[in-house]
């Protein structure tokens, strides 16, 4: 499966972006899909995951809980990460990533397990 991120930009401290995963070659149905970020000098961390059509749960990492959400259209063959209440820490290059699974929960939220990933979209909060 090859991957698209797309939707990032520039917003103000408090606003809200919509990042979006777009598959190609083959159907995200069957992936569990992740998204992660990296900031300048910090390690890539997970944000949320959501498993594939068979279990389709999601998980969030802490600071993601109540501001972000993540979600699947399978007619697109895309997956999304609604961000509100951006902060200036948010700031950073986020991905999408994607393995072929039945499994979902706190490790989707490991880089190990992926084995597709998209290219990465910059998001910058101004304060």
């Known amino acids: 499966v090859q991957l698209q991120a797309s939707g990032g930009g520039l917003v103000q401290s408090g606003g809200s972006l919509r990042l979006s995963c777009s598959a190609s070659?083959?159907?995200?149905?069957?992936?569990?899909v992740g998204w992660f970020r990296q900031a300048p000098g910090k390690e890539r961390e997970g944000i949320a995951c959501?498993?594939?059509?068979?279990?389709?749960?999601?998980y969030y990492a802490n600071f993601a809980k109540g501001r972000f959400t993540v979600s699947r259209d399978y007619a697109e063959n895309s997956v999304y990460l609604q961000m509100n209440n951006l902060k200036p820490e948010d700031t950073a290059v986020y991905y999408c990533a994607a393995v072929r699974t039945n499994f979902w929960g706190s490790h989707g939220l490991n880089t190990a397990p992926y084995d597709h990933w998209g290219q990465g979209t910059q998001v910058t909060v101004s304060s």
């Open positions: 070659e083959s159907a995200l149905e069957d992936y569990l």
């Open positions: 959501m498993g594939n059509v068979r279990s389709n749960g999601t």
